[in-house]
């Protein structure tokens, strides 16, 4: 058996699962990063292991992160102090091998849910295809012929700092972004709305919603185009929480490449919405270990 563990700046999500992504038990907590930083991240998942050792013969360690990864080393290259404080340089591959003699692999946390979606998802069978999570912010992921494609300096697929028109893609197309634009729209203080009210909205018809989206589209299209223009990836795979409205945004988004992709390149490219949910991150965190472990 595998522990599977999943690090978000506000939860870190955990499961036991065998080689094949079957779960035997799910379980999160709450990440408290701003309140114990790296080191309270690394004693809550040594904790984690313990308690899986207890109970199940674990066989190594796959961990799904937030921040920049060298899954090489098994280190974290870069996380924003903002985000998670006094975590980059934690090596879990080092603490994994000398607190329990486990294997592990690491890799980010959107690499590992695009892994997911190759496994079990919407990338099945493509031979290449880009992951886009439109969350808190905006992430993305290139993988070709079943591996990530990490760049340079590992930062590959980091969309958010793409230019789009009126700014960065992060301000453009989070779902952050959009819940607070609805908020400022209607006069609401910020923080007083989520997007499960923001999409209520938008069926009822209310005008900020409408346009707030449409807006949201119009710069998730731009992206969109900026890589298949770089890439002409096989499949856009979109994902995150607001992407789980498929039936509302399909056709919008659609409507938006139509006009922007040539009628032969829109016609190869395929759009694909997520379909692993909130365990994408850890079952590419173990796709990922059991390539590196050649299993």
Known sequence: MYLC???GGTAIKYGV???AGTFAAHGSMPTEAQEHGGPGIVRKVNALVRTAQEKHALRGVAISTAGMVDPAAGSILYALEASIPRYQGVNWKAVMRENFDLPAAV???VNCAALGELWKGAG??????FAMTVGTSIGGCLVMDGRVVHGAAGSAGEIAYMRVPGGRLHERCSAAGLVSAVCRAKGLPDGSLDGHDVFDFLAKGDPAAQEEVA???ESLADAVTNVVCVVNPERIVLGGGIMAQE???RPRVEDALRT???PPVYAATELSFAATGNDAGMLGALYHFLQEQGV
């Open 260 to 262: 922007r992709l040539s």
């Open 107 to 109: 890799e980010n946390d």
């Open 17 to 19: 699962t065998d080689a």
């Open 215 to 217: 807006l949201l589209i």
């Open 247 to 249: 039936a509302v945004l």
């Open 5 to 7: 563990i999943d690090i």
């Open 124 to 129: 099945r069978g493509a031979s290449s295809f």
